[in-house]
């Protein structure tokens, strides 16, 4: 990572309303606000309804793959997955060939949940006063500028 920059002579770059990084993490804030009652109904936090939805992608994934995807740290991952299990929602199980491997597997309640969260999409876009094009631009934006900061470090 380069640590080094240069210092341009702009007051303003410093205003908090001129930051990127808070445009994205406020923004984060009031997504994850609008998605609270939504996953209340299905009594999932959103940590949780964001590892239900890779599993619900491709069931019996490994807790590295999982945290991989997620792009978080697999310790921070197991009381979540614990949480989900207690819940019914998946099942873990090592793996028999290498037990430091731990896999992940949607029981069928964990599966039918999928069915009550595909309106979601719906109300968020609703919520956001976008179109489904100006979101998918938007994504692919935000998609680009994550891969230039994951390349930077």
Known sequence: MNTTC????????????NQVCFALHS????????YKPLLQAL?????QYLAMMVLWEKDGMTVG???TRLLTDPGSLTPLLKRLEVEGLLSR???KT??????????????????????????ILGASGQTLE??????????????H???SL
């Open 43 to 47: 009594n999932l936090t959103y940590p």
């Open 149 to 151: 900061l994951q390349d």
């Open 27 to 34: 923004t984060s804030l009031m997504m994850t606000k609008v």
């Open 134 to 147: 100006q979101l998918k631009k938007l994504q692919m934006d935000l998609q680009e500028l994550r891969s």
């Open 93 to 95: 199980t090592r793996s």
């Open 98 to 123: 290498d037990e430091r491997v731990v896999i992940v597997e949607l029981t069928p309640q964990g599966r039918a949940l999928r069915d009550k969260a595909r309106g979601l999409p719906q109300c």
């Open 6 to 17: 240069d210092t341009p002579d702009n007051a303003d770059d410093l205003l908090l309303d």
């Open 65 to 67: 793959e999982i945290s």
